[in-house]
């Protein structure tokens, strides 16, 4: 006869079960019902699929982290019954994968049986960078040929670029109330067999600041080995609550908080005291007048030289005295005014980005040139350079059909963006008219046209060496 295994080993069995699922993904919603908070959200991403066609944009669910963005989405394509083609900001987003993965599958029916082919394109805040080259012009090709709805998830939408946020439609996710995530908390203690004190779920749900992902986590945390969870159970499994660079810029400008205070939270946010007097640096804007604005830039660069000599003398003890006189300064310079707008990122990180994206197209353009000339690329950049752009200016329109420039490479030719976004964007128009001609008359003169001297045409130059030599 088969005995019951001992209790120790059925606990020990059931708890090991619990700890191999994260708690986050096994209680994802799976309807749109099921999503907690951001009705409204929610109803605005059900009608927009209910109904969806063609010429509906995409959407961009944009919010903090963990508020049910990327949930809904999935949800959504359940209730749908829709299939999901998921790209993230782990995968290689250039636009060659997205032309591979996203675009075929924006223009192709479902094999599954599904009604319709969902295209979710998580962190699309995040394009940026070599690795994601061309991906966000490519979104916006994908979005003007698809036959299949398309939801973007982004943290940032002001970090969208200008043609992305002009081809969707965006719906903002906010932070979750404490009272929406305690039941949500509850049912997964009663799911889970655990006997938990109320007071322990509110403390989660007040410290996770809205983020219910963050939330269950901890629940997890806390719970794992336990079947009864008691006031003083989560401190180890509290949220991360470092202050960041924007909240202390803002208690630097808005006087809320005294001298220690201010201190404190710059030992607690990741950057150190140089970035910090960038950030600083980069908000003077915001102070009320000429004077104040002296008075702030006199304290940083006293900071400054404390901020050089600990570099110089490796003596990382001044490291403190910069941080007093920078935040203390400026905050009595600010007098409490506040912030009037956003935080910005320094200027100069700004312009440090566009120069090194301008490198990138420059050495991309390069290589392309080089390849299709075959001139090495050293000496085409030393040499030639200069006579390409000369004959670029001409007929700009030209050498973007032969080089197939897009606006930032023919941007280094004519230094006008304006005018090197308009010649692209028109010859593209040409391009595509010309084609559907093309299509229009390609089997009447399959018919009627002799055939081709196929040694002449095999005698043909790579598109650009006839053009330039």
């Known amino acids: 006869m088969d005995l019951p295994p001992p209790t120790g080993v059925a606990f020990l069995t059931r708890r090991t079960k619990q700890i191999c699922m994260d708690w986050a993904e096994k209680y994802r919603p799976q309807h749109l019902q099921d999503i907690v908070g ?104 994908i979005i003007a040929a698809s036959q299949q709805p398309i939801i973007l998830i982004a943290n940032d939408y002001y970090a969208l670029s200008k043609e992305l946020k002009a081809a969707t439609e965006p719906v903002q996710f906010r932070a979750l109330q404490a009272r929406s995530i305690v039941p949500r908390l509850r049912q997964i203690c009663a799911a889970e067999g655990i006997v938990c004190d109320p007071s322990v779920l509110e403390e989660i749900a007040g410290a996770a600041g809205g983020d219910m992902r963050a939330a269950v986590n901890m629940l997890y945390a806390a719970a794992i080995g336990k079947e009864r969870l008691e006031a003083g159970d989560v401190h180890t499994s509290s949220k991360d609550e470092r202050s960041s660079i924007f909240e202390l810029v803002g208690a630097v400008f808005s006087g809320r908080k005294d001298d220690t205070d201010l201190l404190r939270m710059a030992m607690e946010v990741e950057d150190t005291p140089d970035t910090i007097e960038q950030w600083l640096e980069g908000n003077l804007s915001h102070m009320p007048d000429f004077a104040s604005r002296a008075k702030g830039y006199a304290c940083l660069s006293r900071a400054d030289e404390y901020i050089g000599r600990t570099y110089r003398r490796q003596y990382y003890t001044l490291w403190r005295y910069a941080n007093a006189v920078m935040l203390i300064g400026v905050a009595d310079a600010a007098g409490g005014h506040g912030v009037r707008g956003r935080i910005m990122p320094p200027a100069r990180w700004r312009k440090m980005g566009a120069s090194k994206k301008q490198k990138a197209v420059r050495a991309g353009l390069t290589r ?92 043909d130059l790579p598109p650009g060496q006839a053009t330039l030599f």
């Open 38 to 141: 951001n009705t409204t959200a929610v109803r605005q991403v059900y009608e927009w699929a209910r109904d969806w066609s063609r010429e509906k944009k995409p959407l961009v669910l944009y919010g903090k982290p963990g508020i049910g963005k990327t949930s809904c989405a999935q949800a959504l394509a359940n209730d749908m019954n829709w299939e999901v083609v998921e790209l993230n900001a782990s995968d290689q987003r250039t636009k060659q994968v997205l032309e591979k993965v996203a675009g075929s599958s924006s223009t192709t029916a479902s094999l599954s049986g599904a009604s319709r082919k969902l295209i979710l394109l998580d962190e699309a805040d995040n394009l940026h960078g070599q690795a994601d080259r061309g991906g966000a012009r490519a979104i916006v090709e």
């Open 368 to 459: 392309k040139l080089s390849e299709m000339t075959h001139i090495p690329e050293k000496v085409l950049r030393e040499d030639f350079f200069t006579a390409i752009s000369l004959l670029v200016e001409q007929d700009p329109a030209e050498y973007v059909r032969e080089f197939q420039l897009d606006a930032d490479e023919l941007n280094l030719f004519l230094n006008d963006k304006t005018r090197a976004t308009k010649i692209v964007r028109d010859v593209a128009k040409e391009e595509k008219a010309k084609s559907k001609r093309t299509s229009g008359k390609g089997r009447r003169l399959k018919d009627t046209d002799p055939p081709g001297d196929a040694g002449e045409r095999g005698q």
